[in-house]
T-cell receptor, first 112, second 116 residues
Framework: AQSVTQLGSHVSVSEGALVLLRCNYS??????LFWYVQYPNQGLQLLLK????ATLVKGINGFEAEFKKSETSFHLTKPSAHMSDAAEYFC??????????WGAGTKLIIKP | GAGVSQSPSNKVTEKGKDVELRCDPI?????LYWYRQSLGQGLEFLIY????????KSGLPSDRFSAERTGGSVSTLTIQRTQQEDSAVYLC??????????????FGPGTRLTVL
């Protein structure tokens, strides 16, 4: 069975600072991993996905994530935070029946 | 349409009433999912439709929940005898036909259900 753990329900960074959102997964098969973002009162939007083609995955809005099998991690980063990045971020792994299995989410707060 | 649409956007109902939530997937997408997002449980998978195959109902929390998909397109999620713990945002997603684990699921805006 697959599962996802996101460390930190809230992460606060200053504008211009590095963003690091942590995601660890558990999977008995090679995982397919996703990061989605949810802006206030909006639906979920795909940021990026890991499909085993490359361990460093680049997504939209300057975000990227690195798949590390040895650490069972897929952390999301962005070099310089913008106020517009304030949102909730969800890490997910694809389940055996194609459904997404979600982490609890991390709310990113950007301080001016 | 351009994206996944859901209706209504908000639904307030009284405990014990039945509700129907609708999802229109992206045209041509054969796979359709329902998820629930609630404060206590986070995001949970409910049910999955793929083409004409039998749906995967493994995520439905009780037999009060059911869903159907007519003509391989529109889906309706029905909750009978609603309870306060059913209050949540119900999300619908769809993806294309390759059936790959790497397919991107595209989400609708959700229906916010409040049970009084």
């Amino acid at each position: 069975a697959q599962s996802v753990t996101q460390l930190g329900s809230h992460v606060s960074v200053s504008e211009g600072a590095l963003v690091l959102l942590r995601c660890n997964y558990s999977s008995s098969v090679p995982p397919y991993l996703f990061w989605y973002v949810q802006y206030p009162n909006q639906g979920l939007q795909l940021l990026l996905k890991y499909t085993s083609a490359a361990t460093l995955v680049k997504g939209i809005n300057g975000f990227e994530a690195e798949f590390k099998k040895s650490e069972t991690s897929f952390h999301l980063t962005k070099p310089s935070a913008h106020m517009s990045d304030a949102a909730e971020y969800f890490c997910a792994v694809r389940g055996s029946n194609y459904q997404l299995i979600w982490g609890a989410g991390t709310k990113l707060i950007i301080k001016p | 349409g351009a994206g996944v649409s859901q209706s209504p956007s908000n639904k307030v109902t009284e405990k014990g009433k039945d509700v129907e939530l609708r999802c229109d997937p992206i045209s041509g997408h054969t796979a359709l999912y329902w998820y629930r997002q609630s404060l206590g449980q986070g995001l949970e998978f409910l049910i999955y439709f793929q083409g004409n195959s039998a749906p995967d109902k493994s995520g439905l929390p009780s037999d009060r929940f059911s869903a159907e998909r007519t003509g391989g397109s529109v889906s309706t999620l029905t909750i009978q005898r609603t309870q306060q713990e059913d209050s949540a945002v119900y999300l619908c997603a769809s993806h294309g036909t390759s059936g790959s684990f790497t397919d991107t699921q595209y989400f609708g805006p959700g229906t916010r259900l409040t049970v009084l």
